[in-house]
């Protein structure tokens, strides 16, 4: 039996477990109603990554192939970093956001399953394939956060209620997350030389990695160079995560990713 087979089961306990925890979040007592709706929160996480782990297990490879496999350990990520994000800095909208979209992510995964194979093909049988993708994957979650912190940051501008204090959540969490797209990118040029004897070809993929990178820069820039333009840093950051997303999905419906050596996550 294919254990993909028991993907539903493990999705629909781990939803249950991030329902009740939003719902544990207009408990009258906050201090139990907080407590337990984390260890709700945390219960879903730990369901997903053992399904993750279980099917690493099954498959005999690790589950990073296809696009199915990498809205997994999204779904797995970004509820982590809500979690994290909550311990830290007690925002209850930025925990429940996380949890949404997990479930989103897991419910997509559910309704477009992938042709899940064991068989890894020759360029992907590299010691370097799980650490590149697992660290994008991980800054893809990460940035995530940040873009719905950057929209809720140009909302609370538009209703005249801005805080600084978000922006400094959204520095720290960029700061990871371009971080971890740093390892992304050389991992990757380190997998191509292996794999293709180049370390950079300009490949569609590559090109619109380079340029998520350089978008994360530039907003770091403007915070750096120019502190006091909050709202062009928040539109900046907003703008720089659909460039992620048409790196992440979009570019497989260029015409020029037909000559793409990443076409392997279709």
């Given at each position: 039996m294919n254990y993909w087979d028991y993907f539903p089961m493990y999705a629909l306990v781990a939803a249950l477990f991030w329902i009740l925890s939003m719902l544990l979040h207009i408990s009258k007592n906050k201090t139990i109603g907080h407590t337990i709706s984390l260890i709700s929160a945390i219960a879903g996480t730990v369901v997903i990554f053992l399904f993750a782990i279980r099917l690493w297990l099954h498959l005999e490879r690790p589950p990073i192939r296809t696009l199915g496999e990498t809205r997994l350990w999204y779904s797995a990520f970004v509820s982590l970093i809500g979690i994290l994000s909550f311990i830290r800095w007690r925002y209850k909208w930025l925990l429940d956001y996380?949890?949404?979209?997990?479930?989103?992510?897991?419910?997509?995964?559910?309704?477009?399953?992938?042709?899940?194979?064991?068989?890894?093909?020759?360029?992907?049988?590299?010691?370097?394939?799980?650490?590149?993708?697992?660290?994008?994957?991980?800054?893809?979650?990460?940035?995530?956060?940040?873009?719905?912190?950057?929209?809720?940051g140009l909302y609370q501008m538009y209703r005249n209620q801005f805080k600084d204090s978000l922006l400094v959540v959204a520095n720290n969490i960029v700061y990871m997350g371009?971080?971890?797209?740093?390892?992304?990118?050389?991992?990757?040029?380190?997998?191509?030389?292996e794999a293709w004897g180049h370390y950079w070809t300009f490949d569609p993929k590559e090109t619109w990695a380079l340029l998520?990178?350089?978008?994360?820069?530039?907003?770091?820039?403007?915070?750096?160079?120019?502190?006091?333009?909050?709202?062009a840093a928040l539109i900046m950051l907003a703008c720089s995560f659909v460039i992620l997303i048409i790196c992440w999905f979009g570019i497989n419906y260029l015409p020029s990713a037909s000559q793409s050596v990443h076409t392997y996550t279709s």
């Open positions: 996380s949890l949404i979209m997990s479930m989103l992510f897991l419910f997509i995964t559910w309704r477009h399953p992938d042709t899940y194979s064991k068989t890894l093909m020759p360029a992907l049988q590299s010691f370097w394939f799980i650490p590149h993708v697992l660290v994008y994957i991980f800054a893809y979650a990460l940035l995530a956060v940040s873009c719905i912190i950057a929209c809720w371009i971080g971890f797209l740093t390892l992304g990118l050389i991992f990757g040029a380190l997998w191509a030389k998520t990178w350089l978008a994360y820069l530039i907003y770091i820039h403007i915070r750096y160079k120019q502190p006091n333009k909050k709202k």
